[in-house]
């Protein structure tokens, strides 16, 4: 591996390949911030508004510190309550409540069905980090749309809330408002009844002995009564915990029947029951509730309700919900279990005192048909008139509860209109079309880099050709070669140029090349056409000229000959016309302004040049020519083109290769070289001809361009001003591009006088303030 090869690629690789493709690179980069700032101007802008919930806990002994899985059901309760806020249900209950505030959807839009779906795709729901707080954002493209169905989601669910927990007392009022109209009206009749009857039959009082009995018998059927209202009331109440539990566990509630089913649960529940009837029993009979044998019984009662809770936890954790922390669906079935419990007491009580109602009403009969039709009276009234007093009692208390029951969720921040967009991003836009433009730029160009197969710098074509340079010249500015053929002679019009300076470089290396084997005869060639070499072959000769050699140059291309323009000479004797014997030596050499070159041009052109360069006449006149200069410098088509030049360089005494940076290709080159080394006496080396300096190729090789100590200070002013106006040329063009997107991105903001005028088709105006800021006007970020 030579030198070159032992060096990888550097970072200063990268920066000439991107230099040299800087146009490119600025363009596409440009055109995709261009594309990204156009397309996110022109994108519909969406406000987004948010509110906060707080979630308490239903339980408030679930976070005991005693209980560590009291935090996690907590966390799991406000991923359940994520869930009902982001679902259809409520989304269809917010548009109805919408549809009846006035609020209408665009005469373009989808069925009713999709604008539920689409409430649902702009409604963002997420859960706080360590604290029990939900977060409600809704995204429209309009402000006060935002804020408006934020508050209506948050409003919802809060009513939604408050329903639920108040599900299960509604049943039971319903069921007491029914039952005391019944015992309101039941009671007027037998008040009245028992009057006329007193009036009719005379008898208005009873005997001591009766009326005890006929208040025992009272006191037993009204409790019975009140046993009944509350078996009645605990179905209501249990039938809607059941289906809350069927909702949120399919088929639990036939499970919770076969565990419940359990020989323990119903020796104890019988046990439970038994002593709650001794209690009412004993109460009924005037026990006082101070008494040694009620408060015996109280502790009893209570220690089997624990032993029963306990024994149903121990069923709920083992068989039902066996490592499950979910609170939601264990509290309903702690709940339900324990409402069965309370409602099979309530029928086991009903029964007894029934018993106890059948054993007084026995006694009753005994008495005459008066005073028994009295006692019978009596009897109704006052059972008719403890009923209702219960009763009315009881639904007092459930009602008085059901107005108590405000759910566990709070508005905290109700939601306002925010004035900013939160899409499109257009800063973030902007800096992603940038980065995005700069790396499909760099991407292209290092693609374009290694589709590119070209010779461009010094090492390249020492690496693949593996041949010396004798030298790098910079391009000739495309104006003044068109100007002038002529002006393509830089070492006769600016002999102190660093062009000029770059071919005596090339003279000089060729000095080096001759020692020890003369060179009096040199073919310059190139692959194809446009390479350069007769400028190349020209200036060469100039400066062998001006080194003090007779130099001459012949024009060996009869083809497309273009040295008689070069120096403005006459084409009509030339080499062509001595070899057809047409015209002696001394008429086809040319004298130039330089003195001691010479040009021989290349005179007719001939129908058959490649067996006019081969052919003996040609080998003597090379000989000949020889005889009378010191340097002969020959230019000869390119060698991928015709063979006139392998013909020629078999008589020259070597052959110097032209390749073209950034156009010659790597296998176009090296197939010359292999040509040229096959039928050449000797190949001297190749010069890199229009190197880019300024695009980063002439670091290699042309590095003596920065040094050239000859430059005049009029040529370094006029480059540095050059210099300077075209950076200032190409900051003015960036700073009016993005003063041209900002004048833009402007203009599409929305000021805040427009914001208070947008129109409100999208918003009702509700009276009774439920956007919260609309009245104060719309708040910015």
């Not at 990268?14 to 230099?19: A, C, E, G, P, T």
């Not at 419990?341 to 309530?346: K, S, V, W, Y």
């Not at 013909?647 to 290769?657: E, P, R």
């Amino acid at each position: 591996m030579d030198e070159h090869q032992a060096h990888g690629v550097t970072l200063a690789d990268y920066v000439r390949i991107i230099w040299s493709r800087k146009w490119m690179v600025g363009l596409v980069a440009t055109a995709v911030l261009a594309f990204t700032i156009f397309f996110t101007l022109r994108m519909q802008p969406v406000y987004e508004s948010q509110t906060t919930l707080l979630i308490e806990p239903q339980d408030a002994g679930a976070l005991s510190i005693f209980d560590p899985t009291g935090f996690m059901k907590q966390k799991i309760l406000i991923n359940n309550e994520c869930e009902l806020l982001r679902s259809r249900s409520l989304a269809q209950q917010v548009l109805d409540r919408a549809m009846r505030e006035g609020w209408t959807p665009p005469p373009e839009s989808d069925p009713m069905a999709d604008w539920v779906e689409a409430l649902r795709s702009r409604l963002s729901v997420s859960p706080l980090k360590d604290a029990d707080v939900i977060t409600i954002k809704m995204t429209a493209g309009d402000p006060d749309e935002a804020a408006y169905f934020a508050n209506l989601f948050a409003e919802e669910y809060r009513n939604q809330n408050i329903s639920q927990n108040r599900g299960e007392l509604s049943g039971v009022r319903q069921f007491l408002e029914e039952q005391l109209h019944q015992v309101e009206t039941r009671l007027a009749i037998s008040e009245e009844e028992l009057r006329s009857f007193k009036t009719k039959s005379g008898l208005v009082s009873l005997s001591d002995e009766v009326e005890w009995l006929v208040r025992q018998l009272a006191e037993f059927e009204s409790a019975e009564n009140a046993a009944i209202t509350d078996q009645k009331s605990l179905e209501r109440r249990l039938e809607h915990l059941e289906g809350e539990l069927e909702r949120a566990r399919a088929g639990l509630v036939e499970d919770l029947d076969d565990a419940a089913a359990s020989p323990l649960v119903i020796q104890l529940r019988e046990q439970l029951v038994a002593l709650q009837i001794e209690h009412t029993s004993l109460l009924v009979r005037g026990a006082s509730e101070d008494s040694p044998q009620i408060i015996d019984l109280e502790s009893k009662v209570k220690q089997a309700k624990t032993r029963l809770a306990a024994e149903t936890q121990k069923i709920v954790d083992r068989d039902l919900l066996p490592g499950d922390p979910l609170l939601y669906s264990q509290g309903l079935v702690e709940k339900v279990l324990e409402l069965r419990t309370e409602l099979e007491t309530a029928r086991s009580r009903a029964a007894e005192l029934n018993r106890f109602v059948a054993d007084y009403a026995t006694k009753l009969h005994s008495l005459p048909d008066k005073e028994l039709a009295l006692a019978r009276k009596t009897r109704e009234y006052t059972v008719n008139e403890n009923t209702y007093l219960m009763m009315k009692e009881k639904y007092e208390e459930v009602r008085i509860s059901e107005a108590g029951e405000i759910g566990n969720v709070r508005i905290i921040d109700a939601a306002l209109p925010f004035l900013d967009p939160v899409r499109p991003n257009r800063r973030m836009n902007a800096l992603l079309g940038l980065v995005v433009g700069l790396g499909l730029a760099l991407s292209l160009a290092f693609f374009f880099e290694y589709l590119d197969t070209s010779l461009r710098t010094i090492d390249e074509v020492e690496q693949k050709l593996d041949t010396v340079v004798l030298g790098a010249v910079a391009a000739l500015e495309e104006a003044a070669e068109a100007e002038d053929e002529s002006a393509r002679l830089v070492t006769l019009h600016e002999p102190q140029s660093p062009m000029a300076e770059a071919y005596r470089t090339i003279r000089t290396n060729v000095g080096f090349a001759a020692v020890g084997a003369p060179l009096r005869s040199i073919a310059i060639t190139s692959s194809g056409p446009q390479e350069g070499k007769s400028t190349t072959a020209s200036n060469l000769a100039i400066t062998i000229a001006q080194s003090g050699k007779r130099t001459l140059l012949l024009d060996a291309d009869l083809r497309r000959p273009v040295l008689h323009k070069l120096f403005s000479l006459k084409r009509q004797k030339g080499v062509t016309d001595h070899l057809a014997g047409n015209a002696t030596l001394e008429e086809v050499i040319q004298k130039t302004e330089i003195e001691g070159l010479h040009v021989i041009t290349s005179g007719s052109l001939p129908p058959n040049p490649s067996e006019l360069l081969g052919s003996d006449a040609m080998a003597r006149f090379i000989e000949e020519v020889g005889r009378e200069f010191d340097q002969i410098i020959v230019d000869t088509p390119p060698v991928m083109a015709v063979t006139d030049a392998l013909l020629l360089s078999a008589l020259l005494d070597g052959v110097i290769i032209i390749v073209e940076a950034g156009e010659t290709l790597e296998q176009v080159a090296k197939r010359t070289k292999t040509l040229v080394e096959t039928a050449a006496r000797r190949c001297l080396g190749v010069v890199l001809n229009n190197v880019d300096v300024g695009g980063g190729y002439g670091r290699y090789g042309g590095y003596h361009y920065h040094y050239h100590y000859h430059e005049d200070a009029d040529n370094k002013t006029n480059s540095r001003a050059t210099s300077i106006w075209r950076a200032a040329r190409g900051v003015a063009i960036v700073a009016t591009f993005f003063a041209i997107a900002a004048a833009m991105w402007h203009q599409r903001r929305p000021t805040l006088a427009e914001a208070d005028t947008v129109e409100s088709r999208m918003v009702p105006n509700t009276e009774d303030g439920r956007i919260a800021g609309l009245e104060e006007g719309v708040v910015g970020r």
